[in-house]
């Protein structure tokens, strides 16, 4: 079993890295977030010990149990499911980094209670959403911006990028169009100096898709099933 994770792990670091190098890039630009939802602690244990030390979790109570659970093994650990109201603060008490900011709201709240709950600003991304599904969670395109220009003025957030969630697609190149339009808005938003110094991160790809969203320029992949194995 041990071996079976350390496997996947080393196979996802390698695709990783072709794209990159196929596209011209650097592979230390692409962090590997393995989306642990659903797997249990010793799962987790096992994908530390293979050498990754950042996690995704899509549930707050989920996250949290397990973030406590692994106690002194430090890592880092991005929220990646929709975040409610009344979960804010043990959101922002457990996790490292938010990934699903998508309304005024919510990233007002989140401001507030990351200054009372932490020392320095709390990393953020904005959740786009390009697929104008109404059930997702996501903010559209048109409001993106207007959204991201009233987080900079949050003193207790550090906006650090976007991500986007892609509607599910048998054919991956029929998923790179939402890729490439991310990372355009990712471009604009920088140029207007949306992100303070930082690259501006686009996390973006899943188990599916990864290599594609690598060769659009993720600087964050979200990968679960490839490297736990199904979720049961
Ligand atoms: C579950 C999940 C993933 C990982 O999905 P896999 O297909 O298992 O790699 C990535 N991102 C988000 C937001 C998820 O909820």
Redesign the pocket.
Known sequence: MTNEIAIRVAAVRERIASAALAAGRDPKEIKLIA?S?THTVSAVREVVEAGLRVF?E?KVQEGENKIAEMGMLRCEWHL??HLQKNKVRKAVRSFDVIQTIDSLDLAQRVDRIAGEERQAPLPVLVQIDLAGEETKSGIPESEAEELIYEINKCRNLRLDGVMT?PPFLEDVEMVRPYFRRLREIRDDLKTKGAFSGGIGDLSMG???D?ETAVEEGATMV?????I?GR?G
């Open positions: 989306v939802k995704g899509n990646i499911g969630i899943m188990s599916h990864f979200r990968v679960g099933t490839a736990f979720r």
